[in-house]
């Protein structure tokens, strides 16, 4: 699936200034280098989920709303759990009838990562974002921190 940086730089250079935080000064905040926060904004990729996280806790937003999925903001404080991850995934593909295969084709990602992710490695944030859209769910939802789709 395309994904749409843009939104997410937008989004997070809003909530820089609402805050009314530098780049340098959040990155010393979360404790990651001034480099990763400005690579958010001269390259296209998202950050990892564990800085994701870190994000939208420090900024009191939703996955969804910090990644530009969403323009609601429907923060939750709850506990991101790593597990919960694939058994939401494979609750949502079984309430469907959807095969792994289907899913993951119909994704465009390999069967290989499915095993990765059962095995307990976690998704990459695009992949997440991936997942979230196809089941019509919230990221936060699929991360543990939300129990609402």
Known sequence: MKQDFVEFKE???ELLEE??????ALSKK??????????????NYYPEIDIAIKLS??????????L?????????????DSKLFIV???LLRKANGLSINAVMEDLKMSEYNYYRWKAGRFPKTSNLIDVAKYFDVSIDYLVGISEEK
Not at 19 to 24: E, Q, T, V
Not at 60 to 66: D, I
């Open 30 to 43: 979360l404790g990651v280098s001034s480099t990763t926060i400005n690579g958010y904004f001269n390259k």
């Open 11 to 13: 989004r997070l250079q």
């Open 88 to 90: 939401r995934f494979d």
């Open 68 to 80: 530009g999925l969403s323009d609601i903001n429907n923060y939750c404080e709850g506990l991101f």
């Open 57 to 66: 806790r420090y900024f009191k937003c939703s996955l969804n709303y910090l």
């Open 19 to 24: 805050h009314k935080i530098n780049r340098y």
